[in-house]
């Protein structure tokens, strides 16, 4: 990760004051410049350490490899002109607002050809303002747009994506127009949207408000200055989807006012469908050995066009690598050193399963073994394997719509996601494994498949890293008496 030597962040906001927190807590920059025209504002971020040092003179930018300019988007263009005395050939400036055609065409016009603007566009705030809501986790896991406009350097284009994921946000490279229309679309008008029926409900009933209420309308809560010139900046785009939006309204009324029963459920169910399948979802499925998951994961998988994973596989596949290469299991060194020399990928295959490939190679059905079985624990117990499993967990969901199943799906690798915990009882969990096992001809008892498993129970819930655990938010299934098509159906209509 590149480390800069010094980083100014112009405009010492909620957004600004989060990225100096994140640069400082990864150590991204030897220094970092808070400038601001509250003397407020400044003093605060100091506090907060969300800068080493703050001021109100511009100037001090001067040496500085990066800016960020963090104000609201009408302060950038001013910002902007500000600053062309001190900046130094090879600097990159970087922004972070909602709307970027007009800053992006000005820029380009009136900075020395030696210095690079790139546009920015984190997805992620809040509707509160101010450094003290500042938190350096605010770019976890969100993702920021970056715009290939015609004139972007590409290495500043690709130092300014490495900084944004060195704090730990996915990045999208986008055009300008692709820019405009997506936030149009899913920020802006949202936002319209929202303050449109606050305003829209009269005030006696607000003392009765409940979460549906509250989930539809937090953004409306947004600073207005700051939506009155995104507004304005965008509003062809924004216009075009009121247009939509007015439409689509217009029709609901229509078979509202007629008491058009299956058309009104016809909306509402082409919309919950639609959310289901384009919005990324990861469905993390987590329980015993033999409850269902792999089975009722790939159905589910299935019938929502998911992605299907099974990380049991992945667990697998290194412990067959690790008994192939004649490591002895005991000694966790040289599992973790196999572990760290081992070229772990994956490829989607047709069928919509996720391919776990070990230097480049499948291994098959082999992971499948009764021996590997038996062994995985001594690789799924080391925290070293598993980080690397989580990572490339989390690599693989990203953007995709995926059901995942697991024995820390639910507590560890996806907390945000829809979550169950399916679950039987060991009489019954035994005799499904002993009937897939009979069924492919495998030569075993009862007994002896009820005692693996629970061992199997036993250590997985006993393991100090990513043990099996149910977690609070998730659906408890208990398949004893249910069929697949039962435990499926229910993941279905609880999502
Ligand atoms: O689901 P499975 O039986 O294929 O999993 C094999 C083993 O891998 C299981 O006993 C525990 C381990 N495992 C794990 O520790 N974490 C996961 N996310 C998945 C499996």
Redesign the pocket.
């Known amino acids: 990760m590149e480390r800069f030597k010094k980083i100014s962040i112009i405009g010492t906001g909620l957004i600004g004051g989060s990225l100096g927190l994140a640069i400082k807590q990864k150590g991204l920059s030897e220094e970092v410049l808070g400038i601001d025209i509250s003397p407020l504002s400044i003093e605060e971020a100091v506090r907060m350490k969300a800068v080493d040092r703050g001021s109100l003179r511009i100037e001090e930018t001067k040496g500085s490899e990066l800016i960020l300019i963090c104000t609201p988007i009408s302060d950038i263009l001013p910002a902007l002109k500000t600053l062309i005395p001190f900046l130094e050939p090879g600097s990159i400036i970087t922004d972070v607002g909602s709307v970027k055609k007009e800053v992006l065409k000005q820029a380009e016009k009136i900075l020395p050809s030696s210095v690079y603007f790139i546009g920015g566009h984190p997805l992620a705030g809040s509707e509160k303002r101010g450094v003290s809501f500042a938190h350096a986790d605010l770019f976890k896991d969100s993702l920021t747009l970056l715009v290939e406009s015609k004139k972007a350097n590409a290495q500043a284009l690709e130092r300014v994506k490495n900084f944004w994921e060195g704090i730990g946000s996915k990045v999208r490279i986008v055009s300008l127009d692709e820019h405009e229309e997506i936030v149009g679309m899913i920020s802006h008008l949202p936002h319209i949207v929202a303050i449109s029926l606050v305003n829209s409900v009269p005030r006696k009933c607000f003392s009765y408000v409940a979460r549906g209420w509250k989930d539809s309308t937090r953004i409306a809560l947004s600073p207005p200055e700051l939506w009155r010139d995104i507004c304005v900046s965008n509003r062809k785009q924004i216009v075009k989807g009121l247009n939509r939006f007015i439409e689509v309204c217009e029709k609901v009324k229509k078979i509202i006012e007629k008491g058009e029963k299956k058309k009104i459920e016809r909306e509402f169910k082409r919309a919950r469908e639609k959310k289901i399948r384009y919005e990324p979802m990861v469905i993390a499925i987590d329980g015993p050995?033999g409850a269902g998951?792999s089975v009722v994961g790939k159905e589910v998988a299935k019938r929502l066009g998911f992605v299907y994973l099974d990380?049991?596989?992945m667990?697998?596949a290194i412990t067959l690598k690790a008994i192939e290469e004649g490591i002895d299991l005991e000694d966790e060194k040289a599992l973790i050193e196999m572990c760290r020399n081992t070229d772990i990928n994956f490829e989607s295959a047709e069928d919509g399963r996720i391919e776990v490939l070990l230097d480049g190679k499948s291994l098959g059905e082999r992971i499948r073994d009764k021996e590997i079985?038996r062994k995985?624990?001594y690789l799924?117990r080391i925290p070293e394997v598993r980080e690397r499993m989580v990572e490339l967990q989390r690599k693989i969901a990203e953007g995709k719509s995926i059901v995942a199943e697991?024995?820390?799906?639910t507590s560890v690798v996806f907390p945000q996601a829809r979550k169950f915990y399916l679950d039987a009882s060991l009489q019954e969990r035994a005799r499904r494994r002993y009937r897939q096992l009979l069924a492919q001809n495998q030569k075993v008892s009862f007994e002896e498949i009820k005692m693996d498993i629970q061992i199997?129970d036993r250590k997985?819930k006993k393991r100090k890293v990513?043990p099996l655990r149910k977690v609070k938010d998730a659906l408890y299934i208990d398949s004893t008496r249910m069929s697949i098509e039962e435990v499926v159906e229910k993941i279905l209509k609880s999502l």
């Open positions: 050995a998951k990380t049991g596989a667990y697998r079985t995985v624990f799924a697991g024995r820390d799906m199997r997985d990513g």
